[in-house]
């Protein structure tokens, strides 16, 4: 209990060989990804088990078809949770994307969907601004904008949006149409496009140092040169377009903009970024460990769905993974 | 600026003293005059405005009021509680799938147990929080999709029920509607009063400031830091426990459809409208009770004026941003200073 | 109660290191009823570890601790004011967002337990009813004492406690410690002020590197023989001496690659500097050296563009700084290597990103990463040889190792000025010789380099200039080659200095 002892400096173990006990704490400690690889295929086998049908192209793509719109989404809240931030708007800035975008969708699908991440950066950067500038606390800012997007477009709903919610044919396309004899979905296209782009952002370029650095230790980055509120502002706004990817992706899939879109995906978002190791603290977490955690929320989905398990216990499950798997992590680092 | 802190002992005001009551109150005095001013302003709007207007106004705030309160206890121990609107939803439930059919001294029984039971539950969720070092927000995530699955499990369909004591207790009628809001205002101001002044007065209650103002102080002025967040997060499961109940008078029946999640989002809107700050320490259950009624307040005020409920919704939304960008600012500048 | 004969409080080999840190080896102290006891020693030499054992605010690794002939185990800072031992620590313990009755209430008094006490240090008309954030420092130190009192102990530990105070105010606490005295009962005394050591003091503890090197009776010494007895005999000689290699590197830069590179003009900040000027040359290494909380700190945040200046202006060739922010300064070449590896580490990142972060503040570096990053960082790595077999969090790696990244983040990028706090503050002496080294090497390559230092000793090793800085200004200045310990301590306490 003593909170003294964290000021304690680190302690010291190099100078000695590691133990296997350490060094086995290490690898999973930096490698959260072996434990997750390990669930996944347990899941996969456990479902495959309960059902043989399961195992094939056509059973995955179930799986699939919930995974993406998470991972989607979890990139944005891996993003922010690295600067030690949220976003809990996030759901909401994709359903009002899908609205314009539906509204737009007359003019074409480039239109349509060009205004439809534009409106998820804006968003974003209005959050930006708020936490990077403003110094509100991400929890408060985010759900604020969630409350305001809510308002608006509830009300527009049933005035400017009123009858102009269908998707374009494109974006449905991208939604829920598949090839390979209807075995790929387009939308895990989209997800491997996404996937890309946060996977290089965060480990191959200058802004993705940047982003740990803040998260890991704010003072330290603002001694060695880096501006908070410049990176934050560009981190809420990528969320925001992110939110506005997944807001098409579901609109697509329904075929139409809907108020109840997306906003059930919020809590498995950030379930998904928690399960794959990144600490809301900041400073420490990979997509890739985000993406395991979003397709371990599928299979999790179609496991349940074929036990004939309802709404009920899969909330327990879902708690019970974020909370166990996040006091693992903590043991980990604390072992290592 | 910002929060009131629990009350001092009264003394003569001199013209520094006066100007510092209104600096550490001022916010708790601005946010009831805005309460009464709202209220005043609504009752010229509608056409009547009397003891059912009025008691509609505090029966359904009494939740809010009693989920607000929970969140300040546990953010100003230093803590965040994202659980409390699963907790209301499982609350709710049990108390209804127990209290069905039962006569009123029972479901009295029953409520003092499922409220303790509440209070062991999320203590024990801020147990968890003290020893496995994980951030209070994943946690509590986490016990918030628990709770909620509860809930479901507790009772799979909108059902159950109260007894009509019990729904008197809360709501001044055995119908949930009426036009008595006394019975109701003595449940809210009991227990927030009895809170306020342990909070305030004692010992164990000015822990929960210190440990949230500063931890390593807290400990130097002999404060068990782990045991005091544990007890904050129990007394916040207390007071979800009064919500829940509430509800369900209301309702007359128990839904654990309802989204948790929305209700844990509106306690902690009302908190900072409270003036709560979230670094912890600072902070009243006073001022966190108006907070709550206005925020409850805003829809039937916007659609007495005409004003659809969203648009109520965008105006709420931007209020919040705008009182926390000031209180922000304010706050960074008091820290600079200092 | 006690035998003249049996000492109140004493202990017996008491050791404590944090992690690789040793930060006491092994301390016997025995303080007797009715006297007043000073702790001495140099920053880091162990005496507030010490003290927060003595109050159960750490557990020791190994020792006893006897109250009264009993020995007693004690949990938490609650059961050592049980136990009769009443603790004023160095930083307030006092709850900020509260109001000083609510701060009595926590710890169980009433306000009127310590109105009495407060009268004598003339705070009778303190509100009570402020917060603890608004009420000035000096005031707090004060309440902090009354509430220690107020608990009525045995034992009175104050630790630095006239820091804060004027004066008069410390002449009011030395009064209240007497009376503490005169009902046999008895005080643990820190303070960097020997002056008033030896006013009110009957004996002295002195700590080095964590041991008790001497136990004197403080009647008819003066003040050099105390710093003689807390530099150590030895160390007194030796370090007028100095050895041949200990002498600064050497000019090897002509004059005209000499120029100011860094001016700071009559700084002054929220009166914890007051008029700092200073000049510091291309090739140069100025040591500045200070006791604790004597505006060292605030100096370097300054200089680093940390915060800004109340007046006073710094300037970089020539140039005035004009917009205050790290990044401003370290655009201009004016680097920082914080005191605390807390404050310049990312410890759950590797060693390349630790190293390389500053490479990136500019917006136009986001978009990808630095063709040559890797050469930069394994240039970096190799010049300080940097230990990597831990290199995926730095926080694994051992406290020197730590202190080379937070150099080494500098080498990566470009800098002109090196302003280093304390950079070799509790790591071992290997590495401290590779900075020293690292430093010197620097400075011939042309870089100027501003270096704090808390240990006297390595002045005249790496420093070419030293200034000593007292309440908030520079009260001395000389060539580091003739600096000895003395000359430093003595004017580190604010001393006449004696003729050199």
């Known amino acids: 209990m003593n909170e003294i002892s964290s000021t304690a400096p680190p302690e010291e173990a190099t100078d000695e060989p590691l133990s296997i006990k350490l060094s086995i704490a290490r690898q999973l400690s930096d490698r959260p990804q072996i434990v997750l690889i390990a669930v996944l295929v347990a899941l996969i086998v456990v479902t495959a088990i309960i059902e043989p049908n399961y195992l094939s192209l056509a059973g995955l793509r179930n799986s699939a078809f919930f995974a993406v719109p998470i991972g989607v989404l979890a990139a944005g809240q891996t993003i922010l949770m690295l600067t030690a931030g949220i976003d809990l708007s996030i759901a909401m800035i994709a359903t009002a994307s899908a609205y314009i975008a539906a509204n737009q969708s007359p003019n074409g699908a480039a239109i349509a969907i060009i205004l439809g991440l534009l409106f998820g950066i804006v968003a974003g950067t209005a959050n930006g601004i708020g936490v990077g500038i403003f110094r509100v606390n991400p929890l408060i800012m985010t759900l604020a904008t969630s409350g305001i997007l809510l308002g608006l477009f509830t009300g527009w709903a049933t005035t400017i949006f009123a009858g102009s919610t269908r998707m374009h044919d494109f974006i449905i396309t991208l939604g829920r149409g598949t090839f390979l004899d209807g075995n790929v979905p387009w939308s895990v296209v989209v997800w491997i496009g996404v996937s890309i782009f946060v996977l290089l952002l965060l480990r191959r370029t200058g802004y993705g140092r940047n982003l740990y650095a803040l998260g890991d230790n704010p003072i330290a980055a603002r001694l060695s040169g880096t501006r908070a509120w410049q990176v934050l502002v560009v981190a809420y706004a990528i969320s925001g377009l992110l939110g506005a990817v997944a807001g098409l992706l579901m609109g697509g899939r329904i075929g139409a903009a809907d108020l109840q879109l997306a906003g059930f995906l919020l809590l498995p978002s950030v379930a998904a970024a928690v399960i794959g190791g990144t600490s809301i603290f900041g400073g420490v977490g990979t997509y890739t460990g985000t993406i395991l955690g979003a397709l371990i929320l599928g299979v999790l989905q179609s496991l349940l769905t074929f036990l004939g398990a309802g709404q009920a216990v899969q909330q327990v499950l879902y708690g019970t993974i974020v909370v166990g798997l996040s006091w693992m992590y903590s043991r980990l680092a604390a072992a290592s | ?338 | 109660m006690t035998t003249s004969q049996q000492p109140l409080l004493s202990t017996a080999g008491i050791a404590k290191s944090y992690g690789p840190v040793i930060a006491l080896t092994s301390v016997d102290l025995s303080v007797a009823p009715g006297e007043i006891h000073a702790l001495l020693g140099a920053n880091g030499a162990g005496k507030s570890t010490l003290v927060k054992i003595l109050a159960s605010v750490f557990d020791a690794d190994v020792g006893s601790v006897t109250i009264n002939g009993a020995a007693v185990n004690l949990k938490g800072p609650g059961e050592a004011t049980e136990a009769g031992i009443a603790t004023v620590f160095q930083d307030p313990a006092l709850i900020p967002d509260l109001s000083l009755d609510q701060n009595l209430t926590i710890s169980g008094l009433r306000h009127s337990d310590v109105v009495p006490w407060l009268e004598r240090m003339q705070l009778a008309d303190l509100d009570f009813g402020l917060l603890v954030r608004d009420i000035p420092l000096a005031s707090l130190r004060l309440v902090d004492l009354a509430r220690a009192l107020a608990h009525d102990p045995q034992l009175l530990m104050l630790d630095e406690i006239t820091a804060a105070l004027t004066p008069e105010q410390a002449d009011r606490v030395f009064d209240v410690m007497r009376e503490w005295k005169s009902m046999n009962r008895s005080v643990l005394f820190i303070s960097h002020r020997l002056g008033e050591v030896l006013r009110i003091c009957d004996v002295a503890t002195i700590l080095r590197n964590g041991r008790d090197v001497a136990h004197l009776d403080l009647s008819g010494i003066d003040e050099a023989e105390l710093v003689t007895a807390m530099l150590g005999e030895e160390l007194a000689r030796g370090s007028k001496a100095g050895s041949p290699d200990a002498a600064p590197s050497r000019q090897t830069l002509s004059d005209k690659d000499r120029g100011v590179v860094l001016a700071a003009k009559d700084l002054h900040f929220r009166g914890r500097i007051n008029g700092v000027s200073f000049e510091l040359r291309r090739g140069e290494i100025l040591g500045v050296t200070a006791l604790e909380g004597q505006g060292q700190n605030e100096l370097f945040a300054l200089l680093s563009g940390d915060h800004r200046p109340t007046s006073g202006e710094i300037e970089i060739n020539g140039e005035r700084l004009s917009a205050y922010s790290p990044y401003k300064a370290i655009r201009k070449g004016l680097v920082l290597v914080p005191g605390s590896r807390h404050d310049a580490l990312l410890p759950q990142r590797s060693i390349r990103e630790n190293l390389a972060t500053p490479l990136y503040n500019r917006i136009g570096r986001w978009f990808s990463l630095v063709a040559d990053e890797s050469e930069r960082v394994d240039g970096a790595v190799a010049r300080l040889n940097i230990d990597t077999r831990a290199a995926s969090q730095v926080r694994r790696l051992s406290g020197g190792n730590q202190q080379k990244v937070t150099i080494g983040r500098w080498l990566v990028s470009d800098f002109e000025v090196l302003l280093c706090f304390d950079p070799t503050r509790g790591i071992d002496i290997q590495t401290k010789a590779q900075i020293y080294e690292l430093l010197k090497e620097l400075a011939r390559d042309g870089a100027a380099v501003l270096m704090y230092s808390s240990e006297l000793r390595e002045i005249p090793l790496v420093c070419d200039r030293v200034l000593v800085m007292y309440d908030g200004s520079i009260v001395h200045e000389q060539s580091a080659a003739t600096a000895t310990e003395e000359i430093l301590l003595t004017a580190a306490h604010g001393l006449e200095s004696a003729p050199a």
Do not use: C
């Open chain 2, 1 to 338: 600026m910002t929060a009131a802190n629990p009350t001092v002992e009264a003394r003569p005001l001199s013209g520094r003293s006066w100007r510092r009551w209104t600096q550490r109150h001022g916010w708790t005095v601005g946010i009831w005059i805005l309460l009464v001013v709202l209220v005043v302003w609504y009752s010229t709007l509608i056409p009547r405005f009397g003891g059912f207007q009025f008691s509609t106004i505090i029966n359904g705030g009494t939740a809010w009021i009693f989920l607000a309160a929970a969140q300040a206890v546990v953010v100003i121990a230093g803590g965040l509680d994202l659980g409390v609107g699963g907790l209301l939803v499982l609350t709710s439930a049990t108390a209804a799938q127990f209290m069905d059919g039962q006569p009123f001294a029972i479901s009295i029984v029953l409520a003092v147990v499922i409220l303790i039971g509440a209070a062991i539950l999320n203590g024990f969720v801020g147990w968890i929080v003290t020893v496995s070092r994980v951030p209070d927000i994943v946690v509590t995530l986490g016990s918030l999709f628990i709770y909620q699955g509860l809930a479901l499990m507790m009772l799979p369909k909108v059902g159950g029920g109260s007894s009509d004591g019990f729904r008197w207790l809360f709501t001044g009628s055995a119908t949930g509607i009426g036009t008595n809001p006394w019975p109701a205002i003595v449940m809210i101001t009991v227990p927030i009063a009895v809170a306020a002044r342990w909070m305030g007065r004692t010992p164990s209650g000015l822990s929960l400031y210190a440990v949230g103002s500063d931890e390593t102080a807290a400990f130097l002025s002999g404060v068990n830091a782990a045991r005091v967040k544990i007890v904050s997060y129990a007394v916040g499961g207390a007071f979800v426990a009064m919500a829940g109940f509430s509800t369900l008078a209301i309702a007359g029946v128990g839904n654990a459809t309802t989204e948790g999640s929305s209700l844990t989002l509106n306690s902690v809107a009302a908190i900072v409208l409270g003036g709560v700050l979230f670094t912890g320490g600072v902070g009243s259950l006073i001022a966190v009770v108006p907070a709550a009624l206005i925020l409850f307040f805003f829809n039937p005020i916007l659609s007495a004026l005409g004003v659809n409920p969203n648009q109520a919704q965008v105006i709420q939304g931007i209020l919040i941003v705008f009182v926390m960008m000031v209180a922000s600012l304010i706050e960074w500048r008091r820290r600079r200073r200092s």
